[in-house]
């Protein structure tokens, strides 16, 4: 079956690390999608990409960047790792051009100390 | 930017009563709604899809509506049972085939046996 996979699914790191949490998915989906979730604000967009070579930047990008060098595969990078980033990072999927549903992973709880 | 409010926040009810869970966007251009579950922590899962031109869509208990003109959509789960506890959540899509979903805070949900 097809799926969307994200790695790790827990990690703590240190402030000023830099850190890359991966999101993987084998339904040949064109729009990718990172989301962070915390209590008080829902899920809020970071970054998002409608193929290959695409990045785009969301509401809460600063901190972040992505890239998108093959479909299946967008992983999310923080430059320097900030206490505020401490999150759970929600990658998500869904077929290009006819406002399909979205797929989600499993979530990366990410804890910087 | 498209606001999206979730009402109530928390809510128990009886096993066997109907749910009732109520979302309201504010910008009426909408292109699909999504209904979502999420348990403790757990990733998304994908109830049901209403796209702007329908007004409904049915799975099995879950029912929901979209009502473009009053900026509300209602979630109804039918005869509650305790696996039905969990966080839902609706998220809107603003964009043809764009999928960049605005999400709301989620109703937390307690079915008491």
């Known amino acids: 079956d097809a799926e969307i996979t994200q790695s790790p699914r827990h990690k703590i790191t240190e402030t000023g690390r830099q850190v890359t949490l991966a999101c993987h998915q084998t339904?040949?989906?064109?729009?990718m999608f990172w989301y962070r979730q915390d209590l008080g604000h829902g899920l809020r967009l970071i970054h998002y990409?409608?193929?290959?070579?695409?990045?785009n930047k969301g509401e809460v990008s600063d901190g972040y960047s992505v890239s998108r060098s093959n479909t299946e595969d967008l992983p999310l990078t923080l430059e320097s790792a900030a206490s505020s980033q401490t999150s759970v990072y929600f990658c998500?999927?869904?077929?290009?051009?006819?406002?399909?549903?979205?797929?989600f992973g499993q979530g990366t709880r990410l804890t910087v100390v | 930017k498209q606001e999206v409010t979730q009402i109530p926040a928390a809510l128990s009810v009886p096993e066997g009563e109907n749910l009732v869970l109520n979302c309201s966007f504010t910008?009426?251009?909408?292109?699909?709604l999504q209904w979502f579950r999420q348990d403790p922590g757990k990733g998304l899962t994908s109830l049901l899809l209403?796209?702007?031109?329908?007004r409904e869509q049915t799975s099995g208990r879950l029912n929901a509506s979209l009502d473009k003109s009053s900026g509300r959509s209602t979630l109804y789960i039918a005869a509650s049972q305790p696996g039905d506890s969990a966080t839902y959540l609706c998220?809107?899509?603003?964009?043809?085939?764009?999928?960049?979903?605005?999400f709301g805070k989620g109703n937390q949900v307690v079915v008491i046996p």
């Open positions: 998500a999927s869904s077929v290009k051009n006819e406002g399909t549903e979205a797929f």
């Open positions: 339904w040949n989906h064109n729009n």
């Open positions: 990409s409608y193929g290959v070579q695409d990045t």
């Open positions: 910008d009426s251009a909408i292109y699909n």
């Open positions: 209403i796209q702007s031109s329908q």
């Open positions: 998220a809107f899509s603003q964009g043809y085939g764009n999928n960049r979903l605005a």
